[in-house]
């Protein structure tokens, strides 16, 4: 079945940076976009950042600039790198498939504090 491992996750302080991993079993993941979503509390789950099968990028506003997604065909793995992180940044992330969305993880959490 369709599995996904977030970790990375950790608290650090505004200006650090975190470097998050996804690892997915159970799909063709060279054929498959990746994203990063984010649920902070008290708020809906919002989306970061996209890579293509051909590794094409695009991210959100909030992040674009900080933010650099990767990916790891011979790993299954997707990357998050993180950088400059703000405590408007604290939340937890998720990772999934582009299309189909396949059964959420449980995310791993970031907090920066100020």
């Known amino acids: 079945q369709v599995q996904l491992v977030e970790s990375g996750g950790g608290l650090v302080q505004a200006g650090g940076s975190l470097r998050l991993s996804c690892a997915a079993s159970g799909i063709i993941f060279r054929n498959s976009a990746m994203d990063w979503y984010r649920q902070a509390p008290g708020k809906q789950r919002e989306w970061v950042a996209r890579?293509?099968?051909?590794?094409?990028?695009n991210y959100a506003d909030s992040v674009k600039g900080r933010f650099t997604i990767s990916r790891d065909n011979a790993k299954n793995t997707i990357y998050l790198q993180m950088n400059d992180l703000k405590p408007e940044d604290t939340a937890v992330y998720y990772c999934?498939?582009?299309?189909?969305?396949?059964?959420w993880g449980q995310g791993t959490q970031v907090t920066g504090s100020s």
């Open positions: 999934n498939r582009g299309f189909p969305v396949c059964s």
């Open positions: 890579i293509t099968s051909v590794s094409m990028t």
